[in-house]
């Protein structure tokens, strides 16, 4: 029997429910007509009513039963005569069981290890008793509960209200949803880093200049002088948020200003929208664009002017087509600051005789500073925590330089390095993956805090 | 036709002859002509929408920052049509200022509002003489006393009545020969009204002044010429006085008395 089963029960017995108290509903309607009152609720809220006492115990009971009944089977395949013949040993014992369990639920017919055949038929029976006992609970659940809402049906029955708390409460569970992963992430991230910290000390992590983790080396290992991740930090800064908003900050701002003030509105809805598909490019695609073609072009530009160490994985190539990809953004963050400004404001400034450039500079911009900066510090986080550009472009090299025309690693290079190598989760190259992350989130978690506070307070500001 | 009364001969600072505004299809402004005069303030009155702030705009080129708007007939400043292709926006606009319905001060410095249009039109050359365009203007505008000593704070920061006293000197700081307002007290309270009424009387003589406004008292008492709008046209145009005791037109007569508007 499949598990599907109870679960297609409690709907059927949901839609009979549904359908039964709206019945209810119409009689018991046509009866207070006739006394010339009416019902509290229309007769699909006391459908919804009884429906929900009927889904919401039967399904919630069927997910937890899908939970629990595994462990139930296995507990009584063990208690069975045949269990007694395994072996001890967990990774062999744990192979033999889950053989006899695909066995025994039929999606497979071959086996390998032939002791497994001796316990299909003990796991057989106990699912079957299970997955009985489970149905007929589910059942039992939603007949509980229908029969306890059909009950309560009455002319002033409150039907209404009480659907729409539970409409409310489904809405805030899904909410709570996305905040209970984000703090489950946290929280493993503050743990895993916690475990690097007892190998390694944070000062030296965030202080040391030299960083170079050898996964296959013993855990304890050069801790003091391998994990400096400064250069990383280094890395990151001059990639993300130096060279990425030397190109994307002015593009950004002038295509805004562009779009803002001098595009007509039949160039502004052409333009707009084509400008935002760089947002759309997936990022890989970038990062292709970046190794294969303006990488090539930034070591030959490189050479030519004399610079020796130019090398085919450079930052500045990296940073270019960073900065190319942040230009939405910045665009669009400013596009909205620049239209938040009061038109009052820019007719002001022409009233005095400015003219539309000497508006832009002297009073558009000014009044808009706050939320461009804000729009720049979010385009900064985004650009930090940007993976694949610098995984393709940037290369693999920890090293402290002002030369842009160089390889150099970042976080994000690190942290992909460092997880899908072949260390184990206990070493602490592995585990300083983690403490990359938190330092990346913490920071990007700041500057996304501190622009929105100030879009915040920019916004009050022309309310 | 519009109904001129006898009116005192005037040399007139700007001629408007057979004037229509459109934004796109729609007119706003059908065929108005006026003459309006150095020594007098001159009101604007009429129902929302009727076009009077359309008309005010047209006087400086205001409405050339509207997509769609269009102007015909002429409108000569000093004798020369500022719509003829040779004339410059921004020289039109330095000698004819605006004041806004809404204060709108520039979120910068109460010193560097007042000094933005001398200094994008560069009327001086030291800082010294910067100084002294901003303390002149800020004493005509009746506002010298209250913020003399917090020149560097914000324009913004100041109170409405007291942003709107800003917005004036801003528009005398380039010596204009004419100032238009658009409903430059509606966002004020009574007090702050008061204020600029007595700057417009103190401002008249100086400055040719055109005001919009709702209030019909405040066209009584600001103005000595008013002119009704309607309907996108003007309907009435005399001595205020007049006006308001002897329209000619049936609608200024319903209007002034409160039977629409």
Redesign the interface.
């Known amino acids: 029997m499949s598990p599907a089963i109870p679960i297609l029960l409690a709907l059927a017995l949901g839609l009979i429910g549904w359908l039964a108290a709206r019945g209810r509903a119409w009689a018991l309607r046509k009866q207070v007509r006739a006394a010339g009152k009416d019902l509290h609720s229309l007769p699909n809220y006391h459908g919804w009513y009884v429906a929900l006492w009927i889904l919401v115990p039967a399904l919630l009971f069927s997910v937890a039963w899908a939970a629990t009944s595994p462990g139930l089977v296995l507990a009584h395949v063990l208690a069975d005569p045949a269990a007694a013949k395994l072996p001890a040993f967990g990774f062999e014992r744990d192979a033999i069981l889950s053989e006899a369990r695909a066995l025994a639920s039929g999606s497979t017919d071959a086996v390998f290890n032939q002791s497994a055949r001796a316990l299909v038929e003990p796991f057989r029976e106990a699912m079957q008793r299970y997955t009985l006992i489970g149905t007929l609970v589910t059942v039992l659940l939603g007949l509980g509960g229908g029969i306890f809402a059909f009950l309560r049906l009455r002319p002033d029955f409150t039907a209404r209200t009480r659907v729409e708390r539970a409409v409310m409460a489904g809405l805030l569970l899904a909410s709570l949803a996305a905040i209970f992963t984000t703090a489950g992430i946290v929280g493993s991230l503050v743990f895993e880093t916690f475990r690097f910290f007892q190998f390694v000390n944070p000062l030296d992590f965030l202080l040391g200049t030299h960083w170079g983790p050898d996964s296959m080396a013993a855990p304890m290992q050069g801790v003091e002088t391998s994990y400096g991740a400064l250069p990383l930090f280094w890395g990151t800064a001059f990639i993300g948020a130096i060279i990425a908003m030397l190109v994307a900050i002015p593009l950004g701002l002038m295509s805004a200003i562009f779009l803002t003030q001098y595009a007509t509105p039949t160039v502004r809805r052409w333009m707009k929208p084509l400008l935002e598909i760089l947002a759309g490019v997936p990022t890989v695609v970038y990062g292709y664009f970046a190794a294969l073609t303006v990488a090539p072009l930034i070591r030959d530009l490189g050479q030519s002017i004399g610079v020796t160490s130019a090398s085919s994985e450079s930052v500045l190539a990296a940073g270019v087509v960073m900065g190319i990809m942040i230009i939405p953004f910045v665009s669009s963050m400013a596009d909205d600051s620049i239209a938040a400004v009061p038109q009052a404001m820019r007719d002001g400034s022409l009233a005095m005789g400015a003219t539309k450039s000497e508006t832009i500079r002297r009073v558009l911009l000014p009044a808009a500073l706050p939320g461009i900066v804000a729009g720049i510090m979010l385009a900064v986080s985004r650009a930090i925590g940007e993976t694949m550009i610098v995984v393709m472009a940037a290369g693999a090299t920890a090293r402290i330089t002002a030369n842009p025309f160089e390889s150099m690693t970042t976080v994000t290079y690190q942290i992909v390095a460092m997880l899908t190598g072949e260390g184990s989760f206990d070493h602490p190259a592995t585990l300083s993956a983690f403490a990359l992350g938190m330092v990346l989130f913490l920071v990007t978690l700041c500057l996304n805090f501190i622009a929105l506070s100030v879009v915040k307070r920019f916004r009050e500001a022309y309310e | 036709m519009t109904n001129f009364h006898d009116l005192d001969p005037v040399d007139a600072r700007i001629a408007a002859r057979g004037v229509s505004v459109y934004y796109g299809d729609k007119r706003a402004i059908d065929n108005v002509s006026i003459d309006i005069s150095d020594e007098y303030v001159t009101a604007f009155i009429g129902p929302s929408g009727c076009g009077k702030s359309t008309f005010l705009r047209a006087l ?1 080129r ?1 409405n050339d ?1 509207i ?1 769609g708007a269009r102007v015909e007939g002429e409108i000569k400043l000093d004798g020369q049509d500022i719509y003829k292709s040779g004339m410059d ?6 000698r004819v ?2 004041v ?1 319905q ?1 204060p ?5 410095s109460i010193y560097e509002n007042v000094a ?2 001398p200094r ?2 560069g009327l001086s050359t030291s800082k010294a003489e910067l100084d002294q365009i901003v303390e002149r203007s800020l004493k005509r505008a009746g506002l010298w006393e209250e913020v003399k000593d917090r020149l560097a704070e914000s324009g ?1 920061a100041l109170s409405g009545g007291q942003q709107q006293r800003l ?1 004036i000197a ?2 005398i700081a ?1 010596e204009p020969e004419v100032i238009l307002m658009d409903e430059p007290c509606s966002a004020l309270d009574p007090i702050a009204t008061a204020k600029i009424e007595e700057l417009i009387a103190e401002l008249r003589g100086r400055y040719a002044i055109v005001i919009v406004t709702h209030s019909m008292q405040q066209a009584a008492r600001v103005s000595q010429r008013t002119a009704f709008f309607h309907l996108g046209k003007m309907v009435e145009y005399g001595k205020t006085s007049e006006i308001f005791t002897n329209p000619r037109e049936e609608r200024t007569k319903d209007y002034i008395t409160g039977r629409y508007g």
Request: net charge positive.
């Open positions: 400086n205001m920052t997509a926006v921004v020289q039109l606009r330095a200022g605006m806004f809404k709108n001060p520039f979120p910068k933005y249009g994008i039109h913004t917005c801003r528009a380039v």
